[in-house]
């Protein structure tokens, strides 16, 4: 972790618990004010709303009238959905001091959540002919809530922008911008909205942030890294930039910088089950299987029924042809998720390479079974069965898949078992209707047994087929 979020951290429970000692002694006081708005958003971030109205109570007993206190109390209040409560304290605050901004934009949120939607627009629609700038972008900001609210996220976004067009730099209409642009597919506008506001200020982590979501969502990766490196360069504690930079390397196979984002993760914030077996997952593709499992026993050690952990360190034992380990460490992952067909598979898998084709086989149909729609599990069964010699068995799962699925797979399969069963004249019809339907998978033939390659009559099927140059 680093030592800046160190120490923000230890100064924060310092507080707490000179709060805790003081309110056992009912002597609640601070020299600053400011401590009491500290505790009360530490108390908001980690869901604690009572706590944080009592330690407010406590601010407005020793301050009295402070407009910032009572406006935080109604803040907290509308968190709770005690609305009316919220409106009455808003009453207050009008008339110890009328026309503050917050004090409209909050009321319009109470009656938003009261239903009473168009209300609260009309209330911002007033606030729109006398406000500017940042002002303006925060009023912008409310009528997105509202339009949230009612589910029309295409008029959210452009409420959105319109507040970025008003002031760049408002967090809340950039933090609100990542998950409106998914909903409203406006993925390429949001990407020019936001390369507009970074070519004015490059440090601007969320934007850049918004920028690294959409080029994702559109499958262009670089881009998407770039612009999630750019998010946490700019902002050094941005810990969702580092784990989505991650995400994206990871899923397009660039594991070593996976990685590298990361370990800054571990260094600089609190670990979960999630960042450990992330972590895992790279050095398992990077081959490194000892350490991979070290990581993945770590994220069993945070959470005992994270299946996916327990079924990669049964993947890392497999692949150092660990089988009695593998099965082991798959039944726990089985355990906890009995339909996953991953986890079927490669328990399947493990079963067979000790020998116990029984539970092998009883596996391989179970993951067929969990996921007919998907052939490779189906021709792993029928492959399974080709292996010890059960052809007649095989070609009944091959027709079975063909009710649930289509691949090019399975048609080479029928071909490679029918060859096995030495009927070559249905061998070499069904090798032309695989042939017909995806001539460019033929290499699947000769993965499947390997033998063909060399076979004239097979040679003079597949050059009858071969697509002109």
């Known amino acids: 972790m680093g030592q800046s979020n ?7 429970f310092n507080l ?12 609640v006081k601070f020299a600053n004010i400011q401590s009491y708005h500290n505790l009360v958003d530490y108390y908001e971030q980690e869901c604690l709303l009572d706590r944080a109205l009592e330690v407010i109570d406590h601010a407005i007993t020793q301050a ?10 109604a803040e907290l209040l509308l968190e709770k959905k005690e609305t009316l409560q919220a409106l009455s304290l808003l009453d207050q605050v009008d008339v110890q001091s009328p026309g503050l901004l917050r004090t409209t934009t909050l009321r319009a949120e109470g009656l938003t959540m009261m239903g009473l939607h168009q209300q609260g627009l009309a209330i911002l629609d007033g606030l729109r002919n006398v406000a500017h700038g940042k002002d303006l972008s925060k009023v912008y900001v409310c009528e997105a809530l509202i339009y949230d609210n009612l589910r029309d996220f295409e008029h959210m976004f452009y409420v959105l922008k319109a507040a970025l067009a008003e002031d760049p730099s408002n967090n809340e209409a950039l933090s609100r911008m990542w998950y409106v642009v998914e909903y409203a597919r406006k993925h390429e506008e949001s990407i020019a909205l936001h390369v507009k506001i970074v070519d004015e200020d490059p ?30 360069l700019a902002k050094d504690d941005f810990e969702f930039a580092y784990r989505e930079c991650a995400e994206v390397c990871l899923m397009t196979g660039n594991f070593q910088k996976a990685l590298s984002c990361y370990q800054d993760v571990l260094e600089r914030f609190e670990p979960d089950t999630d960042l450990f077996l992330n972590i895992g997952k790279c050095y398992s ?20 029924y994270n299946a996916e952990a327990h079924f990669h360190i049964g993947r890392c034992f497999g692949r150092q ?16 998720d009995d339909r996953n067909e991953d986890y079927l598979s490669a328990i399947a898998e493990a079963y067979q390479n000790t020998g116990n084709f029984t539970k092998a086989l009883d596996f391989y149909k179970e ?28 070609l009944e799962v091959l027709d079975e898949a063909d009710e649930h699925t289509y691949g090019p797979e399975i048609l080479y399969c029928r071909s490679a078992c029918l060859f096995q069963m030495g009927n070559k004249s249905e061998a070499l019809h069904a090798l032309e209707e695989a042939l017909y339907e995806d001539f460019d998978a033929h290499t699947t033939l000769f993965k499947l047994l390997p033998v063909l390659e060399k076979d004239k009559e097979v040679k003079a099927v597949i050059s009858i087929f071969q697509p002109e140059p």
């Not at 707490?16 to 002597?27: A, F, H, P, R, V």
Request: aromatic share 16%; with cysteine; proline share 2%.
């Open 285 to 304: 593709e990077l081959g490194n299987f000892v350490v991979a499992r070290e990581f993945f026993q770590q994220a069993v050690a945070f959470d005992q």
């Open 16 to 27: 707490i618990l000179k709060y805790e000692t003081m309110s056992k002694k009912n002597q």
């Open 367 to 394: 993951a067929a079974d969990a996921a007919p729609e998907m052939p490779e599990h189906w021709l792993n069964l029928a492959l399974f069965l080709m292996r010890q010699r059960r052809f007649n068995e095989a």
């Open 64 to 73: 009295g009238y402070q407009p910032s206190l009572f406006l935080r109390k």
């Open 6 to 12: 160190t120490n923000d951290r230890q100064a924060i």
């Open 321 to 336: 042809k660990d089988w009695q380990r593998a099965v082991v460490a798959l039944q726990k992952a089985v355990r906890l």
């Open 203 to 232: 440090y601007n982590a969320l934007a850049w942030y918004n920028i690294g979501a959409s080029q994702s969502y559109l499958c262009n990766y670089e881009e998407a890294i770039d612009a999630y490196e750019y998010a946490f």
